[in-house]
């Protein structure tokens, strides 16, 4: 990287120049990612975007983080936290391990408070970044039809593709558990799960029930694609869904459900367009069932270094057209990773219902 001309972040309006710190980072992390703000990063507003309340001793900042994002902000041995208080000439108040709660800043100078602050705030951006997702937006597709239509294309393709290389039953989505995903969240503690219940409603209000109409979306779900360049390493073999009645309010509420919650600051973006499938065969089933695919590269970390791919081309020519029904959506589900309700699918977080 050019030191003279360091590559520039945006995080809630401003801009901040990107430093690389070299030290040894906490829990096997080599290289801790330095931010700070000049007097010409603030393009777009002004930098005390945040409030900087006058006290008796000088100047007090309060930031809500969530507990397990306190490491990052200490660092190992508390250097972080030691180098950014000498820096910013403050002081630098964090909950113990565990306890949710506000981290207060406080300086006599009210820059100083202001510089730790927005370096805090561009640390845990980075940080938030390379956490593994928690939550993510769903419709389920676990209708008994759905289920069933499953299974009997299971069925066929084992009896027909057993011998196409990579090919097994380990490969197969848990039926219960169809799904079609819209984005992944890090949600990581109670209150940033109800800021995600609370956008949910005002999506409901704002435009889903204008497009819904209040009803069900009727979909149908045939048809297989593959999801990389080469039908014969195929990773991710998905299900097409689309409106009966062909129109696109399926499409239209995804996309602007994403749009909100990228706007939020929940999720990241990925794609300009959510892509609309649902996962029938997975090569991460293989070395762990629970597993879901990340829609966002961008968020976590790939749980298996590799992945060894399947044949797909006679899945593919075979089962182009296979039917797997008709499924009413009724609601939008904040879904947990790695749970089970009842009924064999993800626990519920939050839920936008159409009717």
Request: with cysteine; hydrophobic share 35%; charged share 30%.
């Amino acid at each position: 990287m050019d030191v003279l001309r360091p590559a520039l972040i945006r995080i809630g309006g401003r801009v901040y120049r990107k430093n690389l710190l070299h030290e040894q980072g906490y829990q096997q992390e080599d290289e801790e990612e330095g931010f700070y703000a000049g007097p010409g990063d603030c393009a777009d507003e002004p930098c005390d975007a945040f409030v900087v309340e006058e006290t008796e001793k000088g100047f007090q900042c309060r930031v809500e983080v969530p507990s397990p994002l306190y490491k990052y902000i200490i660092g190992k041995k508390g250097e972080t936290k030691k180098r950014l208080e000498t820096e910013t000439r403050t002081s630098i108040s964090i909950p113990k391990p565990g306890v949710e709660g506000e981290i207060v800043i406080t300086g006599q100078q009210r820059s100083g408070v202001i510089s730790a602050r927005t370096r805090i705030d561009v640390l845990l951006d980075s940080f938030r970044k390379k956490q593994p997702f928690t939550h993510f937006l769903s419709f389920a597709l676990n209708q008994p039809v759905i289920q069933e239509k499953f299974l009997q294309f299971k069925e066929e393709v084992l009896e027909k593709c057993s011998k196409d290389h990579g090919v097994s039953s380990s490969l197969f989505q848990n039926p219960a558990k169809l799904h079609l995903t819209l984005g992944t969240l890090v949600l990581l503690n109670e209150q940033e799960i109800q800021k995600a219940r609370d956008l949910l409603q005002r999506c409901k209000e704002d435009f889903v029930d204008r497009i819904a109409g209040g009803k069900p979306l009727t979909v149908e779900v045939a048809g297989v694609e593959y999801m990389n360049d080469d039908p014969a390493m195929t990773d991710v073999l998905y299900a097409k869904v689309r409106m009966k009645d062909g129109s696109d309010k399926l499409q239209v509420i995804a996309d602007q459900l994403v749009e909100r919650f990228v706007a939020s600051g929940l999720m990241l973006k990925e794609w300009d367009r959510v892509k609309l499938h649902a996962t029938v065969m997975n090569t991460l089933f293989r070395k762990d069932p629970s597993a879901e695919e990340r829609n966002n590269t961008m968020t976590g970390k790939s749980s298996f270094k590799e992945r060894e791919s399947f044949n797909g081309r006679n899945i593919l020519k075979l089962f182009e057209n296979f039917c797997f029904g008709e499924a009413q959506l009724d609601s939008v589900l904040l879904s947990q990773r790695f749970s089970s309700d009842p009924s064999g699918y993800y626990a519920t977080s939050g839920r936008l219902a159409f009717s």
